[in-house]
Protein backbone atom coordinates (compact mmCIF):
# COMPACT_ATOMS: atom_id res chain seq x y z
CA UNK A 1 0.00 0.00 0.00
CA UNK A 2 0.97 3.28 -1.07
CA UNK A 3 1.03 5.99 1.66
CA UNK A 4 0.93 9.86 1.26
CA UNK A 5 2.03 12.25 4.18
CA UNK A 6 0.78 15.58 3.44
CA UNK A 7 -0.64 18.89 4.70
CA UNK A 8 -3.48 21.57 3.53
CA UNK A 9 -2.68 23.36 0.41
CA UNK A 10 0.37 21.77 -0.78
CA UNK A 11 1.05 21.97 -4.14
CA UNK A 12 3.27 19.27 -4.59
CA UNK A 13 1.46 17.21 -2.59
CA UNK A 14 -1.87 17.58 -4.82
CA UNK A 15 0.27 16.85 -8.17
CA UNK A 16 1.60 13.49 -6.02
CA UNK A 17 -1.90 12.45 -5.39
CA UNK A 18 -3.01 13.40 -9.18
CA UNK A 19 -0.17 11.27 -10.59
CA UNK A 20 -0.41 8.62 -8.46
CA UNK A 21 -4.33 8.67 -9.49
CA UNK A 22 -4.05 9.26 -13.66
CA UNK A 23 -1.56 6.02 -12.95
CA UNK A 24 -4.52 3.87 -10.90
CA UNK A 25 -2.56 3.28 -8.17
CA UNK A 26 -4.55 3.29 -4.77
CA UNK A 27 -3.21 5.21 -1.64
CA UNK A 28 -3.96 6.52 1.97
CA UNK A 29 -2.78 10.08 2.87
CA UNK A 30 -1.94 10.95 6.19
CA UNK A 31 -1.99 15.43 6.86
CA UNK A 32 0.47 15.67 8.97
CA UNK A 33 -1.03 18.70 10.13
CA UNK A 34 -3.77 16.91 11.40
CA UNK A 35 -1.72 13.95 12.98
CA UNK A 36 1.05 15.40 15.08
CA UNK A 37 2.65 11.36 15.41
CA UNK A 38 2.69 11.15 11.91
CA UNK A 39 4.90 14.66 11.81
CA UNK A 40 7.28 13.45 14.05
CA UNK A 41 7.67 10.17 12.56
CA UNK A 42 9.18 12.46 9.51
CA UNK A 43 11.37 14.27 11.53
CA UNK A 44 12.92 11.25 12.90
CA UNK A 45 13.39 9.68 9.48
CA UNK A 46 14.94 13.13 8.07
CA UNK A 47 12.56 14.27 6.38
CA UNK A 48 11.48 18.02 6.66
CA UNK A 49 9.14 18.71 3.72
CA UNK A 50 6.25 17.12 2.24
CA UNK A 51 5.10 14.96 0.04
CA UNK A 52 6.90 12.25 1.42
CA UNK A 53 5.60 8.63 -0.37
CA UNK A 54 5.95 5.44 1.60
CA UNK A 55 5.13 2.08 -0.45
CA UNK A 56 4.93 -0.73 1.94
CA UNK A 57 6.84 1.31 5.21
CA UNK A 58 9.65 2.00 2.53
CA UNK A 59 10.42 4.94 1.35
CA UNK A 60 10.11 6.40 -2.18
CA UNK A 61 12.58 9.15 -2.23
CA UNK A 62 11.61 12.22 -4.17
CA UNK A 63 8.13 13.32 -3.26
CA UNK A 64 6.63 14.51 -6.18
CA UNK A 65 9.51 15.33 -8.37
CA UNK A 66 10.40 11.50 -7.57
CA UNK A 67 7.63 10.04 -9.15
CA UNK A 68 7.14 12.46 -12.07
CA UNK A 69 10.67 11.26 -12.83
CA UNK A 70 10.35 7.65 -12.89
CA UNK A 71 10.21 5.94 -16.35
CA UNK A 72 7.34 3.80 -17.02
CA UNK A 73 8.59 0.28 -16.08
CA UNK A 74 10.34 2.35 -13.25
CA UNK A 75 7.13 3.56 -11.73
CA UNK A 76 5.33 -0.23 -12.54
CA UNK A 77 8.36 -1.88 -10.47
CA UNK A 78 8.47 0.61 -7.68
CA UNK A 79 5.02 1.91 -7.48
CA UNK A 80 2.71 -0.59 -8.44
CA UNK A 81 4.85 -3.79 -7.89
CA UNK A 82 4.76 -5.19 -11.09
Same mark, same amino acid.
Given at each position: MITVYTKTQCPYCDMAKALLESRGV @??????? @??????? @???????????????????HIPGGYQGLAGMSEEEFNTKIKGL
Open positions: @EYTTINV @EEQPEAR @EFLVDNGHRSVPQIYKNNQ
